[in-house]
């Protein structure tokens, strides 16, 4: 094993590559993460760190989870890999019916992978290949939102909407299209809730007519988008969206990838706004970080179309070598136990309520939070130079990047942007830990103040 001078050396920090980082400023001061226990984070010089944002909002659970480790080790001992391509697993067939159990309506088929992009790819290849085999063969098209994201790989990232991670790879295949988001503090078409009767969920209507309702096959959105900062959309909007989407038979798509598994105070966006769509995908939460695991999570409508003799080739076109691995199909089954046993649903409520309460303290303190939205135990802030008038700071002193960094240095992950910040702490973590997140990201922001 390599020491810890070895591990920070640039020289050999330089073979590796970081997600959506430039390698350059960070060999200069390389964060290297060693151990974890709960919420707390030790890196390889043995400086302590709270998980203000669950991971990479995956670990729900915390780090440490001895009945996950231990249903991981078991599972391992017992079967490490099957070939998907010749059988199924008995943990991968028990976590599809227990997640076809949970889910609502009847989202009752489910196609197990490894990543978040691979569900979304997923989710997007069903929609097309039943358009084909329910008889309406030019529905193709795929709407989704600006600002959104659904993935790294090519098909979810043409249906991502943040520039900065899709310029540089275009051109995409055809047939994605792109509306504004739900973004009721800066409404792309600057109108006000509720007197604009969520024009942005309307909208749809009007794209899909003008797209031709024969050629589009899905929408897909995030019922809580994270790029933009925990977008929360009102009541209406996914009420309006399923309306629309039936209308003109469009399939509707939820990227619960962040929303799904308890953390917006149900076990499912879906929930949480009571509307269900036609395809449901999750990961992160669903293993908690403790294994690859993700899910699309299909209506008994959709799986119709699959259904038949072999001779008809009509089933699901796609694979992937560790799709339904046994040791993370292992690794969700515990995850949700845990989640299920210990209530850490109705913790997600609780603590959420508490971290909003201390973000509202913050929010009067230092008068640069312009807007604070979430649900369950997922909050962002957006940050305003007058929070009265909305004015934001200038891009350039990016506020919230040098809040996170600060945070850092104090001892606190969060997720941070120019314009916004967001906290996420485990669902398993305690009051007096979120308490103690929140004293590091109050001193954070006072000394960022100063410093402006
Ligand atoms: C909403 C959403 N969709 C899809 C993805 C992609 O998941 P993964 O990184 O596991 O491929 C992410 C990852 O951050 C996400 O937040």
């Known amino acids: 094993m390599m020491d810890a001078a070895t591990l920070k050396d640039p020289r050999v920090l330089r073979h590796s590559v970081l997600d959506f980082r430039q390698m350059s400023a960070f060999v200069q001061s390389p964060l290297i993460f060693d151990r974890a ?108 939102r600006y600002y959104g994201y659904h993935g790294a790989t090519m098909g979810a990232l043409a249906a991502t909407g943040t520039p900065a991670r899709r310029v540089p790879f275009e051109p995409y295949p055809t047939g994605y299209i792109h509306i504004p988001t739900v973004h009721c503090y800066r409404c792309p078409y600057e109108k006000s809730y509720p007197e604009c009767r969520v024009f942005c969920a309307e909208y749809l209507r009007q794209v899909i007519a003008l797209e031709g309702p024969d050629t589009v096959a899905a929408f897909i959105v995030e019922p809580i988008g994270n790029t933009g900062g925990i977008l929360v959309p009102p009541p209406e909007y996914l009420p309006i969206i399923r309306r629309i989407c039936d209308e003109f038979d ?43 695991l993700a899910a699309a999570i299909w209506s008994d409508r959709v799986q119709e179309a699959f259904w038949g003799p072999e001779e008809a080739h009509i089933e699901f076109g796609h694979g992937h070598t560790y799709a339904g691995n046994p040791v993370c199909a292992a690794a969700g089954l515990a995850c949700i136990d845990e989640i299920l046993e210990r209530d850490l649903i109705s913790r997600a409520n609780e603590l959420g309520a508490h971290l909003r309460m201390r973000l509202g303290e913050m929010a009067e303190r230092y008068g640069i939070f312009g807007e604070v939205r979430g649900k369950g135990l997922l909050w962002g802030i957006e940050l305003a130079r007058d929070p009265s008038t909305r004015e934001p700071f200038d891009e350039a002193l990016r506020v919230g990047k040098r809040i996170g960094a600060v945070c850092q240095e104090g001892g606190l992950i969060i997720r941070h942007d120019p314009d916004w910040f967001a906290m996420a702490p485990p669902l398993t973590s305690t009051v007096e830990q979120v308490d103690a997140m929140c004293a590091i990201l109050d001193a954070s922001i006072a000394q960022v103040m100063e410093e402006l």
Request: charged letters at 20%; hydrophobic letters at 35%.
């Open 37 to 144: 226990e709960g919420v707390h984070y030790w890196d390889i010089d043995g400086k302590h760190y709270y998980d203000g944002i669950s991971g990479i909002f995956n670990v729900g659970l915390g780090h440490g989870n001895q009945r996950v480790i231990k249903a991981i080790t078991d599972q391992l001992n017992r079967l490490c890999f099957a070939p998907p391509l010749h059988g199924a697993n008995s943990r991968a067939i028990e976590l599809c019916a227990r997640l076809a159990e949970i889910a609502p309506g009847d989202l009752n088929t489910v196609k197990l992978v490894s990543s978040g992009s691979e569900a979304t790819e997923v989710a997007m290849k069903v929609c097309r290949q039943y358009w084909k085999q329910a008889g309406k063969p030019t529905k193709y098209k795929i709407i989704s």
């Open 250 to 292: 469009v399939l509707l798509i939820y990227d619960e990838m962040i929303t799904g598994m308890g953390r917006t105070g149900k076990m499912f966006g879906a929930e949480t706004f009571g509307v269900t769509p036609d395809i449901l995908c999750l990961g992160k939460g669903l293993s908690s970080g403790y294994a690859p």
